[in-house]
């Protein structure tokens, strides 16, 4: 009885009391992702969602254009063309799809807002240049992001069938447009709805089957399921008691994948992470740069126990994105030091800015280009591989219609004149002694699903793990270095490889082909970690065919939803 009274209650709302239950339901699934994991909270929200819909959908008029707009000869110019605007706009979004579309668009807007909020952390490490643009940041994304969330209810409502049907609808229209913000305008797949399954082990492990836009399209038929409540049948409702033994079965899965016996550690490897600690605002300060570059090779020759032990055993020292503020390739000094630094046979990959020089420009002006890289030297700091990131955040590392904006005083955050320049994509594996083939993500690269191993990559050519460097200090003390690794450990499990992560300010981490954490190195704190590489494990489904099983899984669920308004289920006028 008091489940019924919210549904009535929550159904009634009108105007800004409606937007505001939206967005605080939104705002609210935020819990469920990290570093919370209070995925349980969704049975909640999102059933808050479809029953808003079914209120939206239910009120909305018939779309016919109003008879009092039709044109006339007396009717002056400016109506005839309200008018032609208000039919072509009822035309092509009847007013049943706007209103789920305000629905969905709100939702999403508190569920970005409180999940994304960190993004206005970097505006302020340089808070006289780009702090007047921190209220921007913080709720212009957010709205962006949030019209995926809009358009997927307003598909969703195309087919709003009774019962559990327009749940299917619901969980068919998020996976699709989840699936688009990773990929439209370069893409932006953080924070997908999928992630909300991911906090617990055991469910994790249904990545490596469908990946989490796969994991995106079931969570909204798991959490979505309570909203049967509102039917006659209350709990005895198929559509809720289904959805909870697929919730058992897949945490049986889970659990006998996390119980099989994981391959050995990789012979031979050794490795060293380097966690220095140092905070964007000093970073970039010319004064710092030498005690920044001593700091990292004083700290290399220290275990995780801080005794100095001159690298004795270890074979590779990884350090972070961007170690050093200065261009490494082009400090002969530096490289004598990393020579010095390095036992023989021991390698050092560290991140790091690279410079290229081209020939002057029609205008005789100086041209160059500037690669955010991953360097792998030798014992006598030779160059043997180099990796330069292929996907570049904007704003950050580049800024749209570069040439224009800069013209008129904008910079990207970094702040390097033109901008950064993108690798070749099929430069992505790479190969150095000691390790097995591997491949690089730097930064925010490892959050793109089915991206992060290369689609070449295949066979003998398979990497053995993932190298993610980072530098979140741009983030602070907030959930995104959260997040970002737990972004990293469901790469882990959809491509069935380890992950080795080594974070500026944290969270470093060593994280097995399991998605499972190993040892880490708490967010803000100096220091090393010695691990071994671990094994990789056999290819999981989603490895070998990426997104095409969350695609089959949202064409079948579309074929359902056909078939059910075929047989007669009745749909909304």
């Known amino acids: 009885m008091a489940v019924r009274k919210f549904i009535q209650g929550l159904q009634a709302l009108n105007g800004w009391q409606r937007a505001l239950a939206a967005a605080a339901a ?39 254009p109003d008879a009092s707009l039709a044109p006339s000869r007396s009717a002056p110019a400016s109506k005839l063309k309200s008018a032609g605007l208000a039919d072509w706009l009822s035309t092509i979004l009847p007013p049943r799809y706007r209103a789920a579309f305000g629905v969905g668009w709100l939702f999403g807007f508190g569920y970005f807002l409180a999940g994304l ?13 780009f702090g007047w643009l921190l209220p921007f940041a913080v709720t212009i994304m957010p709205a962006g992001l949030a019209l995926f969330f809009g358009a997927a209810t307003a598909l969703a409502t195309r087919l709003w069938l009774p019962g559990w049907g327009r749940i299917l609808s619901l969980a068919v229209a998020f996976g699709g447009c989840e699936w688009l913000r990773g990929h439209v305008l370069t893409g932006f797949p953080w924070n997908l709805v999928g992630y909300t399954l991911s906090g617990n082990d055991a469910l994790l492990q249904v990545a490596a089957l469908v990946g989490v836009n796969g994991l ?18 209350g709990w005895r409702h198929p559509g809720v008691v289904l959805p909870v033994a697929a919730l058992l079965l897949a945490y049986v899965f889970g659990t006998t994948a996390l119980r099989r016996p994981m391959p050995e550690p990789v012979p031979g490897a050794h490795l ?23 700091g990292f090779l004083d700290l290399s020759r220290l275990d995780r126990a801080g005794r100095s032990d001159d690298l004795a055993g270890i074979t590779h020292v990884i350090w972070p994105e961007s170690s050093v503020p200065f261009l490494l390739l082009d400090s002969p000094n530096a490289l004598r030091a990393i020579a010095d630094l390095l036992p023989r046979g021991a390698q050092l990959l560290t991140g790091g800015l690279r410079l290229e020089q081209e020939p002057p420009t029609g205008d005789g002006s100086p041209s160059r280009r500037v690669f955010n890289s ?13 990796y330069d990131k292929t996907h570049l955040v904007p704003f950050g590392e580049y800024l749209p219609l570069q040439p224009l904006l800069e013209a008129i005083g904008l910079r990207q955050l970094t702040k390097v004149r033109g901008g950064f320049t993108a690798g070749k994509a099929d430069g992505r594996l790479m190969r150095i002694p000691g390790l097995p083939p591997f491949s690089p993500l730097i930064c925010y690269e490892i959050i793109f699903p089915a991206a992060a191993v290369p689609s070449s990559a295949h066979g003998a050519d398979r990497p053995g793990f993932l190298l993610n460097v980072t530098n979140d200090a741009w983030f602070g003390t907030t959930s ?25 300010t944290g969270i470093s981490a060593i994280i097995d082909a399991r998605g499972r954490v190993l040892d880490r190195l708490p967010l803000n704190a100096r220091g090393t970690l010695d691990v071994e590489l671990p094994g990789a494990l056999a290819v999981p489904l989603y490895g070998r065919l990426g997104d095409l099983v969350p695609a089959g899984m949202m064409v079948l669920g579309l074929l359902a939803l056909l078939i059910l308004g075929r047989a007669g289920r009745r749909q909304y006028p």
Do not use: C
């Not at 909270?41 to 209120?55: E, G, K, Q, R, S």
């Not at 909020?117 to 240049?129: H, K, M, Q, R, S």
């Not at 909204?220 to 409540?229: E, R, V, Y």
């Open 272 to 294: 060293r992470l380097v966690q220095p600690n140092i905070s964007q605002a000093q970073k970039w300060t010319p004064d710092n740069k030498s005690w920044i570059f001593q």
């Open 480 to 504: 995104g270095p959260y997040q970002h690794l737990q972004q990293a450990r469901v790469r882990a499990v959809e491509e069935g490889l380890p992950v080795i992560r080594v974070a500026n």
């Open 374 to 386: 991953l360097i792998a030297l030798d014992g006598e700091a030779r160059t043997v591989a180099l």
């Open 26 to 64: 939104g705002a609210l699934s935020a819990l469920a992702l990290a570093p919370v994991f209070a995925w349980p909270v969704m049975f909640l929200t999102v059933p808050m969602l479809v029953w808003l819909l079914d209120a939206a959908v239910d009120r909305a008029p018939a779309a016919v």
């Open 117 to 129: 909020y960190w993004i206005g952390a970097p505006f302020l490490v340089e808070a006289d240049t």
């Open 216 to 233: 995106t399209f079931l969570s909204i038929l798991l959490f979505a399921s309570p909203a049967l409540l509102s039917e006659a049948r």
